[in-house]
């Protein structure tokens, strides 16, 4: 496989254009030789809107991947299932169960997923590795705990019992191309770290390119929240790996990206909404 894949930021944080809308939140669009996908759906109806100044039809989507059950990733779905009356979207099985968070001491919703989506033969509740065309759908990433991504404890209502949230409701994609593997993750709760060890065990094959919020965000991107422990284990990890570009997005933060472009250098760069990278 040789074409080019082109992946174009529908929403995020930052923008590097002043006619879009940002917000909290991620939806990107990814072009193929003959398909066109969404991965996730922003928190409400900008990626339509952002879409429709970038000239992207969102009605001719084949395929929407959910990457895990939070508002600002799966805010959008019920717009775009008013949009679009073909595509299958793909979720992860747990991503039914309700997730919250107690920042403000008492619960607060994070996820949002609508029941009767679970009965709709467009709905694919992923439970297992698969392939959708060329995309490898990642159910099952591994590793320790201690390299999941820091900030709120989120729990999930689970048959009516309260878990904490370790999100067996998040997955990612990759891309492989001229034996090279590509990862696209969202908000990277299980880990960045744990995320490119999985898929160079699964694959069996060097990293290219990764694109990923890592999730380091605090108080709107103006600080950071994790130990400076974690953060330089963090940089000295990505700094050992040998992928070509890790591109940033979303989560991850300004402040924070502003420290991993002072300590990675060449190694990141910030995907910023209107922006369209190639693979």
Request: one cysteine or more; aromatic letters at 14%; hydrophobic letters at 35%.
């Amino acid at each position: 496989m040789s074409y080019i894949v082109k992946i174009t930021n529908l929403f995020d944080d930052l923008k590097s254009n002043n006619d879009l809308k940002s917000g909290h939140g991620l939806s990107f669009y990814i072009k193929t030789a003959d398909k066109r996908y969404l991965f996730d759906t922003g928190n409400g109806t900008d990626f339509i809107n952002n879409a429709n100044q970038l000239g992207i039809s969102i009605k001719d989507v084949d395929a929407l991947f959910i990457s895990h059950n939070h508002y600002d990733h799966i805010g959008g779905l019920e717009f775009f299932i008013e949009i679009n009356k073909k595509a299958k979207i793909y979720i992860k099985k747990d991503a039914i169960y309700n997730t919250y968070t107690y920042s403000r001491g008492y619960p607060e919703p994070m996820g949002k997923y609508y029941e009767e989506l679970s009965h709709s033969d467009r709905v694919v509740l992923v439970d297992d590795f698969i392939k959708v065309d060329d995309f490898y759908l990642v159910t099952d990433t591994v590793g320790k705990e201690e390299y999941f991504a820091k900030g709120s404890q989120y729990y999930m209502d689970k048959n009516g019992a309260e878990t904490p949230d370790v999100f067996t409701h998040e997955m990612f994609l990759v891309y492989v191309n001229d034996g090279k593997a590509n990862i696209i993750s969202a908000c990277s709760h299980r880990g960045i770290r744990n995320i490119i060890e999985t898929a160079t065990q699964k694959f069996n094959l060097p990293i290219n390119m990764i694109i990923a919020g890592m999730h380091l965000m605090l108080y709107a991107g103006k600080s950071i929240n994790c130990t400076e422990e974690y953060y330089f284990s963090l940089v000295d990890y990505l700094l050992e790996q040998e992928f070509s570009k890790l591109y940033t997005c979303h989560c991850t933060g300004k402040f924070a990206y502003d420290l991993l472009k002072r300590d990675l250098k060449e190694k990141i760069d910030y995907f910023g909404l209107g922006e369209t990278i190639e693979i």
